[in-house]
């Protein structure tokens, strides 16, 4: 394992922002910023054992900064939507903040994917950590957040969180990366399976209804593999609302799914201890240009963010976000990589 640190340029306010390289024996490497938490980079070897970013990124961190697409970033304190920017927990009604029309979507207008982390390298990891202070965004209570980045011999990256608060307050942590197992073109044609029997119906602002829909009998069934483009273009409401895939799926298991490209010959396991996992086909995305001059296109790219069942506070049943002050969240999501 080699580790090395550079700059990573500067934001509009001078602030430096630092990368961190971890390269593994095989040639793959995973590169960190402390400006979000940041997967900047995941290169995996191809089929011939060429490299391949995997992921979507920018290369300089006022790019980071102007746009708001949430590349690779971790998000925090809350991932997704929560329905009109407020929840009430102890009797007490907190007011979000609304960055996504009445909404509140990943964090707020300035989530931990805006935030300077600290960051160090320790051992075969990457580890950001930070104290998200109280009122931040609206949320109740100091947290502290830590984020390990581990890359091990075999090209898998496992990504660790742990958070502890000192009052009670709901988190829902992920990581926003937009794979592309080609490094380029879009996702149309990669083949994905995904280990879930119901999807979270969404509004039409995307958000959880609370009512769980089966996937069988609809283009939202990635149980056995498909081509992620086969279904995307069907006249099915809830692809239509959200323009794509843009919903949770309620994993059966800790195998939550599988990506491969035929191109390159890599496929991309997905692990994760949680219950839900956002799939989101990049429906959003707007041609701009990402890192090494390549553009970044609508759905140029997959993102399959681990999480709890969004808006969980106004569906009955999901699963609690809240965690209770002095209590410790540790959770682990892997994503291994092989060829064929
Ligand atoms: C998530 C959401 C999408 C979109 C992206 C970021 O995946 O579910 O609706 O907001 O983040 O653009």
Redesign the pocket.
């Known amino acids: 394992m080699n580790m090395e640190g550079f700059s990573f340029g500067a934001l509009s306010d001078g602030t430096e922002v630092h990368a961190l390289r971890l390269t593994n024996a095989a040639g793959a490497s995973i590169t960190v910023l402390d400006y979000g938490a940041t997967l900047q980079s995941l290169r995996v070897p191809d089929r011939d054992g060429r490299l391949v970013d995997v992921v979507l990124g920018y290369d300089c961190a006022a790019d980071y900064e102007r746009y708001?697409?949430?590349l690779g970033a971790t998000i925090g304190r809350v991932g997704?939507?929560i329905a009109n920017a407020a929840f009430s927990l102890n009797g007490v009604e907190h007011r979000l903040a609304a960055n996504?029309g009445a909404n509140h979507?990943?964090g707020g207008l300035r989530g931990f994917d805006k935030r300077l982390w600290e960051m160090r390298a320790e051992g075969d990891s990457i580890v950001c950590s930070r104290l998200s202070p109280d009122g931040e965004e609206g949320y109740p209570g100091d947290l502290r957040v830590c984020v390990r980045f581990f890359l091990t011999r075999d090209n898998a990256l496992r990504i660790v969180y742990d958070a502890e608060g000192d009052r009670d307050t709901p988190v829902n942590l992920t990581n926003?990366s937009y794979f592309n197992l080609n490094g380029g073109g879009t996702v149309l044609e990669h083949r994905l399976q995904v280990f879930a029997e119901r999807f979270c119906e969404g509004d039409a602002g995307?958000l959880p209804t609370g009512r769980l829909l089966p996937v069988e009998g609809t283009p939202f069934d990635f149980r056995a593999e498909k081509r992620i483009g086969e279904d995307i273009g069907a006249e099915h409401v809830q692809l239509l609302r959200?323009g794509g895939y843009?919903h949770n799926y309620c994993l059966s298991g800790k195998h939550a799914a599988v990506l491969r490209s035929e191109e390159t010959g890599i496929r991309m396991r997905v692990e994760t201890d949680l219950p839900g996992m956002?799939v989101?086909s990049g429906n959003?995305?707007k041609r701009h240009p990402g890192k090494g001059g390549r553009e970044i296109e609508r759905r140029g790219a997959l993102?399959l963010?681990t999480q709890l069942y969004p808006n969980a506070f106004n569906c009955w049943g999901f699963p609690s976000p809240v965690l209770r002050a002095g209590q410790r969240l540790h959770s682990e999501t892997v994503y291994a990589f092989s060829t064929f």
């Open positions: 708001d697409m949430y997704n939507r996504d979507l990943h926003h995307c959200a843009d956002q989101y959003f995305l993102c963010e």
